[in-house]
């Protein structure tokens, strides 16, 4: 099984900023896509791809599972969730390596959404 199943694009942003704030309106996550309510935390980055500006929030959450499965493969906005479906749902483990190191919470979010992923296939 990979560890790293996320991929990036080929090139990253020329400039980018990433910061953590504070919510004061309910946006919506770029990866999960549910709600990141007022006054919860989220990572807010900017930048410029391909000459395009263009910005993401994406709530703390999927920040981490973000991080924890790309590696140095990077990873591209939008589509951390369905990387993981294509290239590690498949072959998930409970407490396998791959989970060593992930916050209780995002073990959760991980197995309620393969558990949601296997629905999908009946």
Known sequence: MVCCPLYGGED???CSTTKVRTARKEHRCV???EAIVAGTKYEYATGVWDGMPD?????????EIRNHF??????????VW????????????????????LSPEAKTRLFDRRM???GDDE
């Not at 910005?55 to 920040?63: E, G, M, P």
């Not at 290239?87 to 060593?100: E, I, K, W």
């Open 82 to 101: 369905s990387q993981l479906e294509e290239s590690f749902f498949p072959d998930m483990r409970a407490g396998g390596p791959c989970m060593q190191g």
């Open 55 to 63: 910005s993401f929030k994406t709530c703390l959450s999927c920040v």
């Open 116 to 118: 949601a992923w296997l």
């Open 12 to 14: 990253g942003p020329s």
């Open 31 to 33: 990866e999960c896509r």
């Open 70 to 79: 790309a590696c140095s493969s990077g990873w591209e906005y939008g589509s």
